[in-house]
């Protein structure tokens, strides 16, 4: 009967990981707009904001809304993404057992090494607490702690791992059709999205958004086959 119940209780909890892991990450990318207009500048290139203008918006009135409660958030949302990876590892793994292991294997690393990279600027936010007084010094110190060098350089590199394991999970519910092939196609054309225009949040939050549409279906079929 335990096991039941701890068996029960994990698809459960896989189930919600699959939306609440987009939705998570959806609102991390919405928060980052001023305003709506913001949203539809779409680039397809990403270009880093100067260290003056990274240390503007973080002394700034508008930091806690447009930086450090959009990347608490998306800190929040490493949980039900490593989830989301060992849980359609387990779907996977009956027709494609080598694929579910490598995808899996690589999202929960992945999550890992994003996990610190979220951490490594919220932990840079503190610099905007500095006097006034002390802002040309503060730049120096924010542009030497942003520059993609040491840890910073290795987990940033090492975090593109999740969403590549992702990635691989969605070929292989896509080639084995264990769930709908409309919903591996967008699961995986999402994460495309959000890899290949890695931090542009609108192309991002569109990617977010095509997981999202693709999971609930899956989830909700979970549930249904829980009760």
Known sequence: ???????????????????????????????????????????????????????????????????VIPHIVGYMGMPFMAATGMYLGKILYPKKPLLAIIGSSMTVTGVFFLSGVFAAWLSFAAVGNVPVASTENAITVLRELTKMQGPLLLMTTLSVLSISGLIILGTGLLISRIIPTWSAALFLLGNIFIITFMDLDNWMFIGALLILIAMLPVSIKIYKNQR
């Open 1 to 67: 009967m335990r096991k039941q119940k701890a068996d029960l209780l994990l698809e459960y909890l896989g189930a919600s990981s699959l939306l609440l892991f987009p939705v998570m990450m959806m609102l991390a990318f919405a928060m980052h707009f001023k305003d709506l207009a913001d949203f539809f500048v779409f680039e397809l290139k990403y270009v880093p904001n100067s260290t003056e203008s990274f240390m503007a918006t973080l002394s700034g009135p508008n930091k806690n809304r447009l930086f």
